[in-house]
């Protein structure tokens, strides 16, 4: 019988395939929460570098299959991308590696668990085939060792070039860096970071800091500190100040929480959202943060509840989340390509409507976690054309290093972390 970490590992890859869940909320369950530290470890990496090494485990298993990928039996497959990802890339016995995934596909068609153990014994004497050249073949890299659907791959050549393209998947086949910000309201907060071994460098953006050593993921439950990717922090500080000032998509509230920190005395942020879930999980974090200038509503930004402006707004529009697929590798392989247009339409009427909540002088930051053009200056540009009253306006001085012509961008392969955009748009 397979080990639990790996059971639910199966498990959690079928939910996901399936659409039913995203893996960061698998993750979080009960179940895999209640796993001994050491077997949890075993599940996060089981799963998370499934999906981010997908293209080059199936590129290694297509080696030792007597059949197309594409014919392979669903539940054989994760069977086997399990069993590979242990042989190719983890300290697993082989023969644990085999025995395990051998169990998986007999406990879901007991009929294949004799063409798993025949695929992954030949993978582990045979190993895996050499990876496609990025150079002269910088599609094939991009879909086997680069781990991108096959649209994905195309288009990021089309954009970015054959060598951008390769940099900028190689730059997301591993988890990110961990970025974070301390809690200004606890004044001891860098003391007992230090306590706990926890050593890290300031970032590019103000305030962020990049962990170098330990883990400091504990000292967040504590509210000590907040885990925060620096793009995230770059387009919450884009929008923040004084006075009264709105993010309009606040969920899951980092970019809130930071607007609130930087507001001072006088100032009010309000946190709108219109998933009640999420909502909820907003207020356990800001209780624990502590936030009193934070105020948290339900409320849909294409129906904004307000009868008066705010200073600033910011809109974190929903989106497609390309941009983070290193730290969230099921939306590889979950997104398509006609996804991007269905945002792009509902990010440009979320726009429309936030936009009469900027008081005349005021600022309005728009921003996705994507770098895909129609979700990005696609969205922007007509709007402004659109939108005399509002105009483009140049990034600070302080995200020089993230300008990118009007607009702002954070690039993995560049900076870390994952792929951002803003643009920042002064109102009449």
């Not at 299959?65 to 991308?81: E, F, G, Y």
């Not at 305030?207 to 907040?226: C, D, V």
Request: hydrophobic share 45%.
């Amino acid at each position: 019988m397979a080990t639990k970490a790996r059971a639910l590992a199966f498990a959690i890859l079928e939910e996901v395939e399936r659409g039913r869940t995203t893996v960061a909320d698998a993750l979080a369950t009960r179940d895999a929460e209640a796993l001994p530290t050491r077997d949890r470890a075993l599940l996060h990496e089981l799963v998370l570098g499934t999906l981010r090494r997908r293209g080059a485990l199936d590129h290694a298993l297509a080696k030792h299959l007597d059949r197309p990928i594409a014919r392979v039996d669903p539940p054989l497959l994760r069977a086997l991308r399990l069993g590979a990802h242990q042989i190719l890339n983890l300290r697993v016995p082989d023969r644990a590696a085999v025995a395990e995934s051998v169990d998986l596909a007999r406990a879901a068609s007991p009929r294949g668990a004799g063409f798993v153990n025949a695929v992954l014994r030949g993978l582990a004497r045979g190993g895996a085939p050499d990876p496609p050249d990025p150079t002269t073949d910088p599609k094939g890299w991009l879909t086997a060792t680069g781990s991108l659907p096959e649209w994905l791959a195309e288009r990021w050549i089309a954009s970015l070039g054959s060598a951008a393209a390769v940099a900028r998947a190689r730059a997301q086949l591993d988890a990110p860096r961990i970025s974070f910000r301390l809690n200004p309201r606890v004044p001891e907060a860098a003391a007992r970071l230090e306590a706990a071994g926890i050593e890290a460098t300031a970032g590019l953006v103000p305030g962020a800091l990049r962990a170098t050593t330990g883990r400091p993921a504990a000292l967040q439950a504590e509210g000590l500190l907040y885990l925060q990717d620096e793009g995230s922090q770059l387009v919450a500080r884009l929008a923040a100040g004084p006075d009264r000032r709105l993010d309009a998509c606040a969920a899951p509230g980092g970019k809130a929480f930071l607007m609130a920190d930087l507001a001072g005395a006088s100032g009010t942020v309000v946190a709108a959202e219109s998933s009640s879930r999420r909502l909820a999980a907003m207020r356990v974090l800001a209780l624990r943060w502590g936030a009193p200038n934070l105020r948290l509503l339900a409320a849909d930004g294409l129906r904004p509840p307000f009868r008066s402006g705010f200073v600033a707004v910011l809109l974190d529009a929903p989106c497609s989340g390309l941009g983070t697929i290193a730290r969230n590798p099921d939306i590889r392989w979950r997104v398509r390509a006609a996804d991007l247009g269905r945002h792009a339409e509902r990010q440009g009427a979320l726009l429309e409507s936030v936009s009469a909540l900027v008081e005349p002088g005021g600022l309005l930051v728009y921003s996705v976690c994507s770098a895909e053009p129609e979700e990005t200056e696609g969205v922007l540009l007509p709007f402004v054309q659109d939108h005399p009253a509002f105009s483009l306006e140049p990034p600070p001085a302080w995200a020089a290093a993230f300008a990118s012509g009007p607009f702002l961008r954070t690039e993995p392969e560049r900076h870390g972390g994952d792929a951002f955009f803003a643009g920042l748009l002064r109102r009449a």
